[in-house]
Every structure is written in C-alpha cells, then in structure tokens.
Nanobody
Framework: QVQLVESGGGLVQAGGSLRLSCAAS????????MGWFRQAPGKERVFVAA????????DYADSVKGRFTISRDNAKNTVYLQMNSLKPEDTAVYSC?????????????????WGQGTQVTVSS
C-alpha cells in the first residue's frame, strides 16, 4: 500500500513558476514509477509527466515539454514537478500517482495509487 500526499499548489500569474511535491509512504518508493496528472474543471484527467523507477526514463505531455520537469528523491520518498512559464491553460487540480510498471506510463489506467490532488491556478 502506498499513500501519496501532494503539496505546493497555489495561485500564480502567467509566466510564473511553481514546484509541486508528492510525498509517498512506504519503504519501496524507489520501486514505483511516479506520474503526475491534471484535471481541469469539466474536463477529463490527462497525463502530465512520469518518471520510471526501472531505468530513470521520463515522459511528458506535449503541452508541457520544455516547461515542466519531473524529478524524484528516493531518499525522501518524494517526487517533484517543477512548472515554469505557466499558462492559464495549466490551471487544474494536479495529482500524483504510483505504479509498479517499469515504463514511464502515460495512461492513468496503469496507476494503482493516487493522491488527493493540489489546485494550481494560473491567472492571465
């Protein structure tokens, strides 16, 4: 069982930056692929970024490539999402998720554990 708790959301102006954190419980964090997803009001949850535990590979949605960076600190059982050059369309609830799958999986169906989410609002 893995429990995930996100933090770091908030209100920021367009062009600004935020860093989200996701703290995981348990002693096997290093054996989980971690993902970030987001859901805007009235829209479906979509993939943002993922980090594979197996080979260290990362994957990003096209909409955030070059602006967002996923990283992890296995010693702290934490995964981060650094978000730069934020746009109003990045406004959403951001959730982290965990899976034992080896690849940096982009489908939410591959993830078994989810956090509650943290709100990110980007004003224009």
């Amino acid at each position: 069982q893995v429990q995930l708790v996100e933090s770091g959301g908030g209100l920021v102006q367009a062009g600004g930056s935020l860093r989200l954190s996701c703290a995981a419980s348990g002693r096997t964090f290093s054996s989980y692929t971690m993902g970030w997803f987001r859901q805007a009001p009235g829209k479906e949850r979509v993939f943002v970024a993922a980090s594979s535990w197996f080979n260290g590979n990362t994957d990003y949605a096209d909409s955030v490539k070059g602006r967002f960076t996923i990283s992890r600190d296995n010693a702290k059982n934490t995964v981060y999402l650094q978000m730069n050059s934020l746009k109003p369309e990045d406004t959403a609830v951001y959730s982290c998720a965990a899976t034992r799958i080896r690849v940096a999986a982009p489908s939410h169906l591959d993830y078994n554990y989810w956090g509650q989410g943290t709100q990110v609002t980007v004003s224009s």
